[in-house]
């Protein structure tokens, strides 16, 4: 099934440790996005990649980073956790930057000890 | 300055009462995407409408209904006759032609 694979589902970090949350797309989708979702703050966009080989800063990127190798894969990497980047992320892609609707991962829970 | 204000946090009605949930938006640019999500309790993220700014025909679907209105900066989204498993949080979200900028979403409760 078409879609979005994000990797681990679940996730207790300890502050200080490097985490890479993988996420994965079979639907050919040139833009890929990582979005933090927080009780009461909605859906935060940490980075975005409009094609291989691309990415740009989003609202909350401080802390984080990404990679865009290959047009499947986007990757974000938290090189020193700490507690405030307990959240639950969310990877998504669509065809283009912003006028195609985004199509989301299930999300990967992590919490940050 | 929020560019997308969903200023009911939290809404609760009984089963088939309609409801209205707000989305205001702000932009400078001529050309935008305006977009409704849907997580209902299992988390995922559901696409329920895109709209671009040279449109504002309102769209039905079934028992949902979308308002927009430019001169107001609204998108405004309508269930008639709810149900219980409308109960979800709705997120509307702005695009210029980069990455989604979502609103905070709000809490629809849908009880029996």
């Known amino acids: 099934i078409a879609g979005i694979t994000q990797a681990p589902t679940s996730q207790i970090l300890a502050a200080g440790r490097r985490m890479t949350l993988r996420c994965t797309q079979d639907m050919r989708h040139n833009a890929m996005y990582w979005y933090r979702q927080d009780l009461g703050l909605g859906l935060r966009l940490i980075h975005y990649s409009n094609t291989a080989g691309t990415t740009g800063k989003g609202e909350v990127p401080d802390g984080y980073s990404v990679s865009r190798a290959n047009t499947d894969d986007f990757p974000l990497t938290l090189a020193s956790a700490v507690p405030s980047q307990t959240s639950v992320y969310f990877c998504?892609?669509?065809?283009?930057?912003?006028?195609?609707?985004?199509?989301f991962g299930n999300g990967t829970r992590l919490t940050v000890t | 300055a929020q560019k997308v204000t969903q200023a009911q946090t939290e809404i609760s009605v009984v089963e088939k009462e309609d409801v209205t949930l707000d989305c205001v938006y702000e932009?400078?640019?001529?050309?935008?995407?305006l977009f409704w999500y849907k997580q209902p309790p299992s988390g995922e993220l559901v696409f329920l409408i895109r709209?671009?700014?040279?449109?504002?025909q309102n769209e039905i679907s079934g028992r949902y209904s979308w308002n927009f209105q430019k001169s107001t900066s609204s998108f405004n989204f309508t269930i008639t006759a709810s149900q219980v498993v409308d109960s979800a949080v709705y997120f509307c979200a702005l695009s210029e032609g980069t990455a989604l900028i979502f609103g905070k979403g709000t809490t629809l409760s849908v009880s029996s």
């Open positions: 709209r671009n700014s040279f449109d504002e």
């Open positions: 932009t400078r640019d001529t050309t935008y995407y």
């Open positions: 998504a892609s669509s065809v283009y930057l912003g006028a195609s609707p985004l199509h």
